[in-house]
Antibody, heavy 119, light 110 residues
C-alpha cells in the first residue's frame, strides 16, 4: 500500500524556519518525482515545489523562490521542504505528493501537515 | 490570481451533465498535458484525469477530460450526489518553470 506521511508542521513566528518531512512507503521512491502542494484552509491548491527522481532538477513557485528548498534522500525514502524567512502568507496545509514535477499528475498524496506563521 | 482560469462554481441536478472549463496560455496548457483533481471536503486531492483525457484506475467513466489549444475541460455525466466537490485543473508552465493550478470550481448537485 502506497503511503505518504508528512510531519514537521507547527506554529512558527514570522521570519522563522521550519523543515517539513514526507516519509513514503509502498513504492520505489527513487523511481518518482515528488512535489509539495499547499492549501490555505478554505482556499484553492497552490503548487509550491517539485523535484525529479534524483534531485538534480527542482522548481519553485515564485513566492517561495530563495526562501524554500526542496530536497530528497532516496536512501531514507524521504522528501523534505526547508522553509526559511516564513511569512504569514505561508500559513497553509502542506501536502506531499508523488509526482507533480513537470508533469502535474500526482496520483498519491499525504494527508498534509499544517504550518501556521503567526506572532 | 491563478494562471489557469476556472469558473468558481457549477451546478446541475442528479443525472445531468456538468462541464468545467480551464483556460490558460501557450506556456502552460498550450504546451503541456492537463490534469484534473477532485477534492472532497476535509480530504486530500484525488487525481481524476491525467494526460488531458486519461482516467486512473478506479475513476468512473462518467468523468472525461479534453483539451483544445490553450483550454481544457472536465465533463461529469450522470451527475451523482457524491460528485459534490471542488475540482482543479493543473499543468506545468514553461515560462514560470513551475506547476500551476486553476482556482478551483465548486460543483453543487441541486
Amino acid at each position: 500500500e502506497v503511503q505518504l506521511v508528512e510531519s514537521g508542521g507547527r506554529v512558527v513566528r514570522p521570519g522563522g524556519s521550519l523543515r517539513l518531512s514526507c516519509e513514503v512507503s509502498g513504492f520505489s521512491f527513487d523511481d518518482y518525482a515528488m512535489s509539495w502542494v499547499r492549501q490555505v484552509p478554505g482556499k484553492g491548491l497552490e503548487w509550491v515545489a517539485g523535484i525529479n527522481w534524483n534531485g538534480d532538477s527542482t522548481g519553485y513557485t515564485d513566492s517561495v523562490k530563495g526562501r524554500f528548498t526542496i530536497s530528497r534522500d532516496n536512501a531514507k525514502n524521504s522528501l523534505y521542504l526547508q522553509m526559511n524567512g516564513l511569512r504569514a502568507e505561508d500559513t497553509a496545509l502542506y501536502y506531499c505528493a508523488r509526482g507533480g514535477h513537470i508533469v502535474l499528475a500526482a496520483e498519491y498524496w499525504g494527508q498534509g501537515t499544517l504550518v501556521t506563521v503567526s506572532s | 490570481q491563478s494562471v489557469l482560469t476556472q469558473p468558481p462554481s457549477a451546478s446541475a441536478t442528479p443525472g445531468q451533465r456538468v462541464t468545467i472549463s480551464c483556460s490558460g496560455s501557450s506556456s502552460n496548457i498550450g504546451g503541456n498535458t492537463v490534469n484534473w483533481y477532485q477534492q472532497l471536503p476535509g480530504t486530500a486531492p484525488k487525481l481524476l484525469i491525467y494526460s488531458n483525457n486519461q482516467r486512473p484506475s478506479g475513476v468512473p467513466d462518467r468523468f472525461s477530460g479534453s483539451k483544445s489549444g490553450t483550454s481544457a475541460s472536465l465533463a461529469i455525466s450522470g451527475l451523482q450526489s457524491e460528485d459534490e466537490a471542488d475540482y482543479y485543473c493543473a499543468t506545468w508552465d514553461d515560462s514560470l518553470n513551475a506547476g500551476v493550478f486553476g482556482g478551483g470550481t465548486q460543483v453543487t448537485v441541486l
